[in-house]
């Protein structure tokens, strides 16, 4: 990937902003674990390393640490029965692990990047990723969605200086987790049309030519969408690299606008009430996945139903909303909404401009029907039941999910727009 030619295109960018990278090489293809060695070493990346992987991604890249030692490195390991919430207890594991060692390689994917990715940014250590499925788009990232006390939140972190994908390997992946991939990618659909729809009613940091990349990357991903599964290298080279610019466009507008909206935040939702019973949720593309169909329904129910005329100034039941978050993760909603994000908007300017929202969510946002025929020939999931979020819960997920963030989305408008919406019909449980 030439990364060095992506920021050329992006000087002098008409959003006003300066686009970086930290990123030195991101290297896709045949055979590259046996090169593992030598490319980390040609890009400067030290020899003094700690490996951070699971029993599950270690088998995968199997020989890895052997190619490694071979190749002059001095390895320290921290391997994990199965990693499948990044909490900031193992962020602080991994910062303490890394003291003695110059940088961290992550062997894996989703939560073992993402504490790695923490932990080198409050460790200042390098940070390289030896990918083992195309699962998730946050390789390139430079935040982490990290859990503490169960509640979820989205934390600066250090973005990758390598990021190296054997599509061998890549291809060899479970099924569902190269469906779960294309999930995190179709959601790519809502974030556009929420930042955009930010933009226009609170006035948001918005570039057209990251969001653009975001696009191209989603287009190159559906256009192999019944491929998604197959064992094929090229097409799990070619997902890799999509899910990869996703990355960067996130850490080029320096937030997760260019990758996440709502079904994001739906997603995780479901993942901290989940946690807070003690279970673990499905794979964090397969959700998002789910989501994104869902909010597609809603967003375009919102579209069909929304009288400018009835627009009012926020009217949330507060009350309700701390009920449904409960005790565990009340604080946490007040605190990101003291002020609330809507308090930057008003009905005025929601009627001004819902012509131009409505034609941003026609524009960026396929209908419906066209996701979910998207998500089925991928072989992704679309129901609640197929990621074991029961009906009250991914009901909830729908109607609330939008408090938990300092975020404007379409969803989070809901309370001034006054749109009767069934979320149980959204859920898909009518």
Not at 398 to 422: K, V
Request: hydrophobic share 40%.
């Amino acid at each position: 990937m030439q990364i060095q030619a992506l920021l050329d295109s992006l000087k002098n960018c008409p959003c006003g902003r300066e686009h970086t990278v930290n990123i030195q090489a991101v290297e896709i293809g045949r055979g590259l674990k046996n090169k593992a060695a030598d490319i980390l070493s040609v890009n400067g990346f030290p020899k003094n390393i700690l490996v951070v992987a699971d029993k599950n991604t270690l088998a995968a890249a199997d020989g890895i640490l052997d190619v490694l030692t071979d190749g002059g490195f001095t390895v320290q390991t921290q391997i994990y029965e199965n990693l499948r919430t990044a909490d900031q207890t193992e962020v602080d594991r991994i910062v303490a692990l890394s003291a003695d060692v110059q940088g961290v390689l992550s062997v894996g994917t989703g939560s073992l990047n993402d504490i790695c990715r923490r932990a080198c940014l409050l460790a200042d250590k390098q940070f390289a990723i030896f990918a083992t499925a195309p699962s998730m788009d946050g390789f390139a990232s430079d935040t982490a969605p990290i859990t503490h006390n169960s509640f979820k939140v989205s934390l600066p972190a250090r973005q990758p200086s390598v990021i190296i994908g054997d599509t061998e390997i890549l291809a060899a992946a479970p099924a569902e987790l190269k469906a779960s991939g294309y999930g995190d990618m179709i959601a790519k659909y809502v974030a556009m049309a929420d930042w955009r729809i930010a933009q226009v009613t609170i006035g948001e940091y918005y570039c057209e030519n990251v969001a653009n990349i975001t696009r191209t990357a989603l287009r190159k991903l559906v256009a192999l969408t019944d491929k998604v599964t197959a064992n094929d290298p090229e097409t799990a080279g070619a997902i890799m690299e999509a899910l990869v610019l996703t990355g960067i466009a996130m850490k080029l507008c320096y937030s997760s606008r260019a990758a996440s909206g709502a079904e994001h935040v739906v997603s995780h939702f479901w993942e901290i009430k989940k946690l807070e019973q003690g279970h673990l949720s499905d794979y964090h593309g397969k959700k998002v996945g789910v989501a994104t169909w869902m909010i597609s329904k809603m967003y375009y129910d919102i579209l069909a139903k929304a009288d400018p005329a009835k627009f009012t100034e926020d009217t949330t039941d507060w009350e309700k909303v701390y009920a449904v978050y409960g005790k565990n993760f009340e604080q946490d909603v007040r605190r990101l909404n003291s002020p609330t994000v809507t308090e930057e908007t008003s009905p005025q300017i929601l009627r001004d401009n819902w012509g131009k929202i409505c034609e941003i969510v026609r524009e960026e946002l396929p209908t419906p029907d066209v996701i979910e025929n998207l998500l089925r020939r991928a072989g992704a999931a679309t129901t609640l039941e197929e990621i074991s979020v029961l009906p009250e819960l991914g009901v909830q997920g729908l109607e609330f999910h939008a408090y938990m963030r300092h975020r404007l989305l379409l969803s989070r408008l809901l309370p001034m727009l006054h749109c009767d919406i069934d979320f149980a019909q959204i859920a898909g449980l009518k």
